[in-house]
């Protein structure tokens, strides 16, 4: 990538700095969180990631969600050799802090490339640490 900036490019190296921030913030997985009276809903966009490629727990005051996708397109009857071949593989992790939760109470809902995670308020702190199912 760096050879498509010309060296005599004034700010280059500046520039070559945003496109990157550019190109990890779009890997960045989307999250909202939204506060109710009684709870946290939180939505994460996944699009592409199978259920089974998900973890989320809530340890210590911090949720985190985390999510990996490797994608490859081989079959055994194909005789043909590769003159090119991309393989795509992506990781996520997000991390928050949301304090005062009832853990046993989480729930956690993938539909769609997106997962929902319902986090019930408690009223009380520090309770143990708990991984979530997700449905």
Same mark, same amino acid.
């Given at each position: 990538?760096?050879?498509?900036?010309?060296?005599?490019?004034?700010?280059?190296?500046?520039?070559?700095?945003?496109?990157?921030?550019?190109?990890?913030?779009?890997?960045?997985?989307?999250?909202?969180?939204?506060?109710?009276?009684?709870?946290?809903?939180?939505?994460?966009?996944?699009?592409?990631?199978?259920? /089974?490629?998900?973890?989320?727990? %809530?340890?210590?005051?911090?949720?985190?969600? !985390? &999510?990996? *996708?490797?994608?490859? =397109?081989? #079959? /055994?009857?194909?005789?043909?050799? %590769?003159?090119?071949?991309?393989?795509?593989? !992506? &990781?996520? *992790?997000?991390?928050? =802090?949301? #304090?005062?939760?009832?853990?046993?109470?989480?729930?956690?809902?993938?539909?769609?490339?997106?997962?929902?995670?319902?986090?019930?308020?408690?009223?009380?702190?520090?309770?143990?640490?708990?991984?979530?199912?997700?449905?």
């Amino acid at each position: 990538m760096a050879n498509l900036i010309p060296r005599d490019f004034a700010g280059g190296e500046e520039l070559l700095g945003k496109l990157m921030n550019s190109f990890w913030q779009e890997r960045q997985m989307n999250t909202d969180i939204k506060e109710y009276e009684d709870k946290y809903l939180v939505q994460a966009d996944l699009p592409g990631i199978k259920k /089974e490629n998900i973890r989320v727990s %809530y340890v210590n005051n911090t949720l985190t969600i !985390s &999510a990996a *996708q490797t994608e490859t =397109t081989e #079959t /055994e009857e194909d005789f043909g050799h %590769y003159l090119r071949k991309e393989r795509s593989s !992506s &990781a996520y *992790q997000r991390t928050f =802090t949301i #304090t005062d939760i009832d853990d046993e109470s989480i729930k956690a809902v993938f539909e769609d490339g997106v997962l929902t995670l319902t986090l019930p308020k408690a009223s009380y702190k520090d309770a143990p640490a708990k991984n979530i199912p997700i449905e």
